[in-house]
C-alpha cells in the first residue's frame, strides 16, 4: 500500500522560472525588442517541434548524474491512464483533485557510454506530462509501485548496454484528448516530445 505521507501534489516551479527567464530576454526597448521577442519565439518553436519524436523513435543524448556524465538512449513507451476512483486512493485530498486522473509515463533508458552509475540514478527525474498543451502536476512517490515500472533506488551499478524503465505519475484532467511526454537533459533544457492519443 502507498504511504499516503510520501504522495502530495507539487507546483511547477521549473516551468515558472523558465518563463520569467523568457520574458527577461526581451529588453526593455520599444518596437526593437518586440521584433527580436517574436523572432526568438518562432525559433523556439522550430527547435521544439524538431525535438517531436514519432512512437518507438528514441533520442540520444549526455547527462549529468553524480557519477560522470553519461550517454543515454531515452524513449517514452506509453502513458497508462487511470480513473478518478484511482485518484482518490492516491492523494490525501480527494477533493482538490476532483475531475482529475492519474497518468503514468513510462520512459526505458539505456546506457550508451560514459560512467558507471553507482546508485540513485538521476535522469528519470526530468519527465514531465502535459495534457492537451497543459503540464499536469507531478505526484511524488507513486511511480514507483505502478505496473512495469523499476525503482531507481533499487538501481545500482548501472553499466553499458544495461536498460532501466522508470515512471512518473502525473494529474490531468480526465478526459484529455492528446498526452505528451517531455524529457530533457536538464531542468530548463529544450525537451525531447514523445505524443500519444488518450482514447
Not at 513507451?77 to 492523494?91: C, F, H, L, N, S
Not at 548496454?161 to 478526459?175: A, R, W
Request: glycine content about 10%; overall charge negative; aromatic content about 6%.
Amino acid at each position: 500500500m502507498l504511504n499516503q505521507k510520501t504522495l502530495w501534489l507539487r507546483t511547477a516551479a521549473p516551468v515558472a522560472v523558465l518563463a520569467l527567464s523568457l520574458t527577461a530576454c526581451g529588453g526593455s526597448g520599444g518596437g526593437d525588442s518586440t521584433a527580436k521577442s517574436s523572432t526568438s519565439k518562432l525559433q523556439d518553436d522550430k527547435a521544439e517541434s524538431s525535438r517531436e519524436l514519432a512512437t518507438g523513435e528514441s533520442a540520444t543524448s549526455p547527462f549529468k548524474e553524480d557519477d560522470g556524465k553519461v550517454t543515454y538512449s531515452v524513449l517514452a513507451q506509453k502513458i497508462d491512464v487511470g480513473t478518478e476512483a484511482d485518484t482518490k486512493k492516491m492523494v490525501d485530498d480527494p477533493a482538490k483533485a476532483k475531475g482529475f486522473v492519474p497518468a503514468v509515463a513510462h520512459v526505458k533508458y539505456t546506457h550508451k557510454g560514459g560512467s558507471v552509475v553507482s546508485s540513485y540514478p538521476s535522469v528519470g527525474e526530468n519527465v514531465e506530462i502535459y495534457a492537451d498543451g497543459q503540464r499536469g502536476t507531478i505526484l511524488i512517490g507513486a511511480a514507483d509501485d505502478a505496473p512495469g515500472c523499476e525503482s531507481d533506488t533499487d538501481i545500482e551499478n548501472w553499466k553499458k548496454g544495461q536498460s532501466h524503465v522508470l515512471c512518473e505519475t502525473y494529474m490531468v484532467p480526465k478526459g484529455a484528448k492528446e498526452l505528451a511526454v517531455h524529457w530533457a537533459a536538464e531542468d530548463d533544457g529544450e525537451p525531447y516530445i514523445w505524443k500519444f492519443q488518450n482514447s
